[in-house]
């Protein structure tokens, strides 16, 4: 073999030391001699056991599995093996104060927050991180300390919530400028500032995120809060929401690219909304009354106060004894399978179903902004889609016989996805032919 004019071979000498095949499969064979297998009740008899052990020879090591026989476990198996984990959540908060040391000269208060998925105990490994810059937030806090403090610091006004939507922009653009001219690993700098909300979205090369930095939307660091309780409230609640957001992806209901498709924020409310229904999750309007003076929150002229130290939640749950997460996955799509989303819309603040105030085919009630329908972009025929996926996972569930057979069909994606579920549903007989209408006889 010849090299080309710009290339050059490096003659590396073989890895000679590779166990051989028949010696790999001596060693295991004798290492399953020296072994046993006892069945126990929980991880909790493992040192118990290892003691026993211990004692009648040498214990070189004890590993603990579970056989997933079930849904329920395959369930949790999903949730841990798809969730972020500690890593990844210390790198997006390594990511975001690297913004904050980088302006704190200029903002001595300032504070870089993450919310979303990263923070709110339902992201996935691999999620973006959503930031927000304020500018006061130290201040604040300290001003809740100390309010009878006489000295302030003096800045030029930044207002996070004030300020005109041309200042933002303004602020927006020279902030995406630092990013990408003096920020180590921050690359692919993109400007969206004629969003509703404007970003800055940059990939940060060294930690491995994708970020989106925004200015005015400190709602939704209270959202991602709000749904950190709820889901701390209910171990069952985590590991169903990443199931059925699992089910969506794999039918091709969500879609990365926004339109007019179902959000997984939306399908996280759904979710929510249905435990609210069989009584695990309380509404969010009784959080609102359990609140003190120390939880009230405005932004942007939004109400965001509920109790946040949930030792002050007055709620008792109805949660039966035999019920797990395979019940509970069952119920869902049973319950909206037959869900009337042509004029009933969804409310965690009352925790049931309400008259729905416009057409929207979908419509969900914001828990914080209660005038707004976070669904408002999903079009009727994904509303159909949505509709036709339910029935079907709740026929899989019910007609196949082997448990973790049917939780595998559930999540995985098909070779033919977008045949999966047609996307022509309107019948024929409500079709009009034009040329009929004007057809003189």
């Not at 000679?16 to 010696?23: K, L, R, S, Y």
């Not at 809740?144 to 930044?158: A, E, G, M, P, T």
């Not at 105030?357 to 419509?363: A, C, I, K, R, T």
Request: hydrophobic share 35%; charged share 25%.
């Amino acid at each position: 073999m010849e090299a080309g004019p710009n290339e050059s071979l490096v003659k590396e000498p073989i890895n000679t030391n590779i166990i051989q095949f028949e010696n790999m499969i001596q060693f295991r064979r004798n290492e399953a001699k020296r072994s046993i297998g006892v069945q126990v009740q929980s991880e909790e008899s493992g040192k118990e056991l290892y003691h026993y052990c211990k004692g009648l020879a040498p214990v070189q090591s004890m590993y603990h599995y579970k056989v997933q026989n079930n849904i329920s476990d395959c369930m949790k198996v999903l949730y841990e093996s798809s969730r972020l984990d500690e890593l990844g959540l210390r790198l997006r908060l390594l990511t975001a104060r690297q913004i904050e040391m980088a302006l704190e000269g200029i903002f001595p208060n300032i504070a870089v927050l993450p919310f979303g998925s990263t923070v709110n105990g339902l992201g996935k490994a691999g999620c973006d991180l959503d930031l927000v810059v304020q500018h006061d937030y130290q201040l604040k806090a300290q001003s809740k300390d100390s309010s009878s403090s006489r000295l302030i610091q003096h800045n030029k006004s930044v207002g996070n919530s004030g300020s005109s939507r041309q200042h933002v922009q303004r602020q927006m653009e020279v902030l995406a400028d630092f990013i990408q001219l003096y920020l180590p690993g921050c690359v692919s700098v993109k400007r969206i500032l004629q969003a509703r909300v404007p970003i800055v979205k940059y990939s940060h090369e060294v930690t491995g995120v994708d970020c989106d930095l925004s200015m005015t939307n400190m709602t939704g660091v209270y959202m991602s809060e709000l749904l950190y309780l709820l889901g701390s409230l209910d171990p069952l609640t985590r590991p169903l929401v990443f199931t059925v957001k699992q089910w969506a992806w794999a039918v091709g209901l969500t879609n990365p690219t926004p339109g007019r498709w179902v959000t997984n924020f939306t399908l996280t409310l759904l979710t929510l909304f249905y435990l609210q229904v069989v009584k695990r999750l309380p509404p969010v309007e009784l959080l609102r009354i359990a609140a003190g003076t120390e939880d009230k929150r405005v932004t942007e002229e939004i109400d965001c106060t509920f109790v946040r130290d949930l030792s002050r939640l007055k709620w008792q749950s109805f949660k039966p004894r035999e019920q797990d997460l395979s019940d509970l996955l069952k119920g869902f799509f049973n319950y909206y399978t037959t869900f009337d989303f042509t004029s009933a819309g969804i409310s965690l603040n009352v925790g049931k179903c309400v008259p729905k105030p416009d057409f929207s085919p979908l419509y969900v009630v914001n828990p914080l902004e209660k005038s707004a329908n976070v669904s408002k972009n999903v079009s009727l025929e994904e509303v159909e889609r949505l509709r036709i996926a339910l029935r079907d996972a709740a026929w899989n569930l019910e007609t196949t016989v082997e448990d973790q057979k049917s939780f595998i069909n559930l999540v995985s994606r098909p070779t033919n996805v977008n045949e999966n579920i047609p996307r022509k549903y309107i019948p024929n007989n409500r079709i009009v032919s034009i040329k009929r209408l004007f057809n003189d006889r």
